[in-house]
């Protein structure tokens, strides 16, 4: 059996990672569970699955509302890093899955990545380790497809194309986006997520991020990464590789499929519980050019992606701030790309690229982006957005 | 440098193959060459590549036509087993396909089969040869594209999932069938091929061909081969796994794209000539449903495939001088099918599959089509078709 912590237990992606070791109770054994605030859920979930270690946000404090049994507290890298842990399945949603990652690949655990934000941050750190023989796996679908589509292949990609939903607004004219609600960008096309992520879709900052962590997972240069809009999420992404040819990996839009085939690489398991794509009721499948003007965030992303350094920590710090404040109704959906642009634009990015330079860079985005949004817009930058 | 044989070397295939030999001229050196009728083509096709071993049709009579310089004539097993061989391309189209297909899998040679007819004809005999070693790859777009989606994979496959562009009739409405014109079957809607394929691909019987190639080929159940519409002809084929992950192969329409990844398999290797799939310019995708009734060539070889034996020998044989008669405007296009289905009625399955007894009920077929053909078709068969 094979023994797992699931660090964001409680998240979308935690809940059907347990649902797929639900439906294999001979394969895998649940060693850990990190939930954060969901205390409820959690407590469901270590009755349910019996873990050793089990943690929570604020845990000494919690600790009285949770009744742990055998189970014992725990911080993230503990519960990553237990001696009876094989694999890590990584949910954290934000930049707190950095360290935890870190420390459970240096424990010589594999991680299946669902929270990209870690390769966003520290993608040469973490490329670096994969290069000396840690090992990682994908989990979202985008870079999940990838990677289904690089096995058996040399490395000779001439071109990854990730397919984008286009999120809630992809249809929505461009001058109402001002005043859209978080109720509205929360109803995300195809896919069901978090609430960050699904934001995050609405902007296409989660495809930029999913570029990035593409271009570190899979060694691919910028300028051969393609996003395309492919509304019907069936096609989760491409490789065009050198001599043309073109591979696609396909699926009904559910996370358990690729959970499964992280939890279970590199054996393909059958699963009669998950739906079947049934191909001749297709219907038609649309590909079209990304619209980067619809998607400031994208282009603010990637800018922070080609400089480098610790510009990525700061942009994804300054983008978590943003979406948590257009999710509290403090900033409209449309402000979301000008705050994380006005962190950037002060960010002065660290001569390394160590763990460390990248934790401040994360903690001073944080604090200046939060600084950002309760001053006043300067005119210019209003007029830029 | 890797020395091949071209067998059918003035056809589509055999001319796209020598124009993907003609971009690599460091990498393949033309061992032999066999043509069929178009002698003019092969002179120059001699002339160019300067071949050890040429063939053609008569040969003994034909050679005072040909300026063979240092080139020895051949039979086509002589061809295709030339001590300086390692991979023949077999693109002879219909049944003299199988005895040099066989032939050089038995004298140790790579085979990149264009010809689906061989497996179709021999395919427990071929299938036994690469279980014991021989080395198969397919050409044809289809079969290729199922292998290189199953590269890197374990044999989990739950569904081969063939896309089929439709033919030339696709659109036609079913009462207009009987007036067709060759002229106007030979009009492919996506593909540049051959006569007897492009007739084979407006009645489908060239889809079955394929079917019943994979099923050999792959080791694919009948239950588990699925025909899915897809007009454009982008995606090329796909497989589906056991955990409901599919993959598809996509490119634009050009032979010469599979036939490179047959000559230089496992390898993949850049070719700036050949054009690259425009992802996001595609548009829309189309699937859907195969509607048997329009296409009744399909089930009656689907019937010779499930009753096996010898069957296929006389289904491949009824078909080629059915689409011949048609081309010749000697029966209606809504005639193959009919013809076909008399041939196999009559047909007495040999008691085992020796090559000897496909090659007879082969000969057999061909001569009682052309009875068939001749004689007045019964009234209940009238009806039937």
């Known amino acids: 059996m094979k023994g797992i912590a699931i660090l964001g237990s409680t998240g979308s992606i935690g809940q059907q990672t347990l649902d797929v070791v639900r439906m294999f109770p001979n ?8 939930g954060w605030t969901n205390l409820s859920l959690l407590q469901q979930q270590l009755d349910e699955f019996h873990p050793k270690l089990a943690s929570c946000q604020d845990m000494a404090e919690n600790l009285h509302a949770l009744r742990l049994g055998n189970c014992s507290p725990a911080s993230l890298e503990e519960v990553a890093c237990h001696g009876d842990v094989d694999l890590v399945v990584m949910a954290i ?3 707190p899955c950095l360290l ?6 240096q424990a010589g655990k594999t991680v299946a990545l669902a929270s990209k934000e870690a390769m966003v941050m520290a993608g040469p750190i973490i ?23 690089l096995q058996g292949e040399s490395k ?20 109402d986006l001002p005043n859209v609600t978080p109720k509205e960008a929360l109803k995300h096309p195809t896919w069901s997520m978090g609430k960050k992520i699904t934001i995050d879709s609405a902007t296409l900052m989660n495809k930029a991020l999913e570029v990035i962590e593409s271009h570190w997972m899979f060694g691919a240069p910028w300028e051969k990464i393609e996003v395309v809009l492919h509304p019907q999420s069936i096609v989760h992404s491409m490789v065009e590789f050198c001599d043309g040819s073109v591979k696609a990996q396909l699926g009904v839009p559910d996370m358990r499929l690729p959970i499964q085939y992280a939890l279970f690489y590199p054996q393909r398991v059958a699963n009669a519980a998950l739906q079947r794509l049934d191909v001749a009721g297709l219907g ?11 998607y400031p965030c994208f282009s603010v992303a990637m800018e922070a992606a080609r400089a480098g350094g610790t510009y990525l920590a700061a942009l994804c710090a300054a983008d978590d701030v943003a979406v948590n404040l257009f999710l509290e109704g403090r900033i409209q959906f449309t402000g979301i790309a000008g705050l994380v642009q006005r962190v950037l634009d002060r960010h002065v990015t660290g001569d390394g690229e160590s763990l460390n330079d990248i934790l401040e860079a994360e903690a001073w985005a944080r604090r200046t982006a939060l600084e950002a949004a309760a001053a ?9 957005r």
Chains 1, 2 share one sequence.
């Open 27 to 34: 394969e895998f054994r649940v060693v850990g569970l990190a």
């Open 93 to 95: 949603s934000g930049s």
């Open 100 to 105: 935890p990652t870190i420390r459970a690949m």
């Open 127 to 149: 490329a670096k380790m994969v290069a000396d023989g840690a090992k990682l796996l994908p989990v979202d679908s985008e870079p999940s497809a990838i990677w289904q589509c």
């Open 156 to 175: 000779a990609i001439s071109r990854i194309i990730l397919t984008a939903s286009g999120g809630a607004f992809r249809d929505r004219p461009v001058d």
């Open 284 to 294: 038609a499948l649309a590909f079209k050019p990304l619209d980067v003007t619809r």
């Open 376 to 384: 006043p817009v300067p005119h210019s930058i209003k007029e830029r």
